[in-house]
Each structure stands twice: as structure tokens, then as C-alpha cells.
Nanobody, 120 residues
Framework: QAQLVESGGGLVQPGGSLRLSCAASGIIFSIYMMGWYRQAPGKQRELVARITNSGDSTTYADSVKGRFTISRDNAKNTLYLQMNSLRSEDTAIYYC?????????????WGQGTQVAVST
């Protein structure tokens, strides 16, 4: 049973930066692709960024390209999201995600989320 715990959210002014972390346990972290998602009030949850198990390939939503960087430390079982040049539209609850278990029928695991608020 995977457990994901996000941290690092908070209130920041436009143009500021935050670094989110996601500590994983209960899985062999290094073999799974990981992702960050976000959900703003009244909107559907959306993919922000994804990273392969080795960290050699990443994917970003167009809205965050060039501003956010996803990374991972497999030795620490931790996923990161460095967020720079934050905008008000980045305000959301941010979740980390892993689809783990059987390749034919994986289970999707989510953390509890961490709130990011970008405002003056």
C-alpha cells in the first residue's frame, strides 16, 4: 500500500517561488513514473508534470513549461516540484500521484495534497 505525503505549500506573492516535496513509502519508488497534479476551486484536477522512474525524461503542462521543474531523489524516495515565477492562476491544491502495483491493473495512489495560494 503506497503512502504519499506532500509538503511545501503556502502563500506566496506573484513572481515568487515554492518547492513542493512528496515523500513516498510502501512502494519501490525507483521503478515508478511519478506525477504532480493540481486542482483549482471549481475546476477538474489536471496534470502539471510527470517524470520517468529514472528521472531522465519529464513532461509538463503547457501552462507551467519554463517555470516549473519536476525532479526526484530515488535514494530518498522523494518527488519534488520547483515552482518559479508563480502566477495567481497557479493557485490550487497540488497532489502527487503514482500508479503502482500490477502493470496490467495498476492502482492509482494520491497524497492528501498541499495548498498553494498565489496572491498579493
Amino acid at each position: 500500500q503506497a503512502q504519499l505525503v506532500e509538503s511545501g505549500g503556502g502563500l506566496v506573492q506573484p513572481g515568487g517561488s515554492l518547492r513542493l516535496s512528496c515523500a513516498a513509502s510502501g512502494i519501490i519508488f525507483s521503478i515508478y513514473m511519478m506525477g504532480w497534479y493540481r486542482q483549482a476551486p471549481g475546476k477538474q484536477r489536471e496534470l502539471v508534470a510527470r517524470i520517468t522512474n529514472s528521472g531522465d525524461s519529464t513532461t509538463y503542462a503547457d501552462s507551467v513549461k519554463g517555470r516549473f521543474t519536476i525532479s526526484r531523489d530515488n535514494a530518498k524516495n522523494t518527488l519534488y516540484l520547483q515552482m518559479n515565477s508563480l502566477r495567481s492562476e497557479d493557485t490550487a491544491i497540488y497532489y502527487c500521484n503514482v500508479n503502482a502495483g500490477s502493470p496490467l491493473s495498476p492502482t492509482s495512489y494520491w497524497g492528501q495534497g498541499t495548498q498553494v495560494a498565489v496572491s498579493t
